[in-house]
């Protein structure tokens, strides 16, 4: 078997807390990966002076995958996202977020299984901004048709694939009847060539009150990027938290994975972040690179250590620090590698 080239960024605060877990298990469930270290970020810039070095792009361009901690990024100014220039750079334009129930952890809902496809390079975060006056700002929201094809396909091809029975499309072209409308106008179209699935167009305010009234009623979301963004949150907190889920930013040869939430600079060092987000992520890109059973293993080591509320991080409501709590990840791994085998 090939070796799997990986591209590691750290990140900040609890970042390499993190990807140090993602190493260990994905170490102990692949022996052909080879590492490619680098540094991005709040690191890069005070050692650099730059907050992605060159050596990450030569890097990424070598590998064509990236696993990644969270990166900070300081708020109303200074650089803008380091998440948001490698998707944009590598035209990452389809960020897939999962949002499933896990049964150990408490929550107001059960059997939740959502997945999220967000169009990763448009919209709002162009970064398109004028500053008009001193009291006047202006942004201006960029919907094409390519990325709106390619984003929607994709969502429907999924849900084709993994056997989902329904693709809803969050929007607002009620009022944003040019860019919002163009985007919904195609989904629509595109939704005749798979008639096996069930297509549903929703405004995205009546979309966020019918998900904490029930969420088990919708299966596959497809978004524009700002939506995406909130909605994404929304879902993490249905399940039990940002802690608990996964993202993968996937473009035409390019892949980035990491977990959704932030840095959480307050508690980093002390060795009691949550790791799950982090993992999950790494079974998605084992997915990714052809390696499904594995993945799917990783899924289900992490859904029997969650079982016992006895194993859960702070952020559920335990004590069980980072490290412990791969320990026990990796024991389930080989406990059931043993019974495969």
């Known amino acids: 078997m090939a070796n799997i080239e990986i591209t590691l960024i750290e990140g900040d605060g609890i970042g390499p807390e993190v990807t140090k877990s993602a190493r260990e298990v994905l170490n102990f469930l692949v022996e052909n990966i080879i590492w490619h270290d680098v540094v ?68 107001r809902y059960s059997d939740v299984n959502l997945v999220i496809f967000r169009e990763n390079t448009e919209d709002l975060y162009a970064g398109i901004e004028k500053r008009v006056d001193d009291d006047t700002r202006h942004s201006i929201k960029v919907i094409t048709r390519k990325g709106s094809e390619r984003i929607i396909r994709a969502a429907f091809d999924y849900a084709r694939a993994q056997n989902r029975k329904k ?50 009623q919708f299966d596959v979301f497809v978004t524009m990027n700002l939506y995406g963004d909130i909605l994404s949150d929304l879902c993490a ?54 390696e499904a059973e594995k993945g799917e293993l990783l899924e289900k080591a992490i ?24 320990k026990l990840v990796i024991e389930a791994l080989a406990s059931e590698v043993k019974r495969v085998c």
């Open 167 to 216: 693709v809803t499309l969050a929007h607002k072209a009620n009022i944003l009847k040019e860019t919002d409308g163009l985007f919904l106008e195609i989904g629509r179209r595109i939704s005749l060539s798979y008639p096996e699935i069930e297509f549903e167009e929703i405004i995205i305010d009546n979309l966020c009150m019918q998900l904490v009234m029930d969420p088990t």
């Open 237 to 290: 907190g249905l399940v039990g938290g940002l802690g608990l889920t996964a993202s993968a930013n996937i473009g035409n040869g390019y892949a980035m994975f990491e977990p959704v939430h932030g840095s959480a600079p307050d508690i980093a060092g002390m060795n009691i972040a949550n790791p799950t987000a982090m993992l999950l992520s790494a079974a998605m890109l084992l997915k990714h690179v052809g």
């Open 40 to 107: 991005a970020g709040g690191k890069a810039l005070d050692a650099t002076g730059e907050l992605i070095p060159s050596q990450v792009l030569e890097s990424a361009e070598k590998t064509k995958l990236i696993l990644k901690g969270p990166i900070a990024t300081p708020i109303g100014k200074g650089f803008r996202s380091v998440n948001v220039y490698l998707r944009k750079h590598f035209d990452l334009y389809a960020n897939v977020r999962p949002s499933k129930s896990f049964k150990g952890v408490s929550t």
């Open 303 to 326: 859904e029997y250590v969650l079982d016992s509320p006895q194993n859960h991080t702070r952020d559920l409501g335990g004590i069980m620090s980072t490290t412990a709590f791969t």
